[in-house]
């Protein structure tokens, strides 16, 4: 039994060389003679059929579809991901608005008139080239209406 299992161990290595050496060759350039001497072994590929150069040219397209779709997917998947965070960002900025108004109503005992003031006495910061801030005091004592818009 051992001798069996020598035998076909070597048989496998044998197909498996002998497949190295074809892939090999068909993967260079040969000349004449050597493509002879690789057909007479049995080891010089095949001419490849009209329908096999049409599966394969046909494999190519649908390759270049499918990248053309991943980056398509992709280009969208990140404007959609960009628009999220402007919103999100317009909410942040409008929560950061209201904790200052707050702010300067515990310490001042009135709601700020602008945001001027809360830039300039509570540390807010605005940035104006992304976002449209909307302030609007009704009195003293009342909270304001604040609407943050991305730009």
Not at 14 to 23: I, L, S, Y
Not at 99 to 116: N, V
């Amino acid at each position: 039994m051992g001798q069996r299992t020598d035998r076909t161990t070597l048989q496998a290595v044998n197909a498996a060389a002998e497949a190295a050496v074809a892939a090999e060759a068909s993967a260079r350039p040969q000349d004449p003679e050597t493509r002879a001497l690789l057909q007479q072994a049995g080891l010089a590929p095949r001419p490849r059929t009209v329908a096999e150069g049409a599966s394969e040219a046909g494999g190519g397209v649908a390759g270049l579809v499918l990248a053309v779709c991943l980056v398509v997917l992709l280009w969208a998947g990140a404007g959609v991901a960009a628009a999220q965070a402007r919103q999100q960002g317009a909410v942040s900025l409008q929560h950061s608005v209201m904790e200052a108004a707050l702010q300067c109503f515990a310490i001042e005992g009135a709601y700020p008139q602008s945001l001027q003031h809360l830039e300039e006495d509570y540390g807010l910061t605005i940035n104006r080239d992304a976002y449209t801030v909307m302030y609007e005091v009704f009195a003293a004592n009342v909270p304001p209406t604040v609407t943050v818009v991305p730009k």
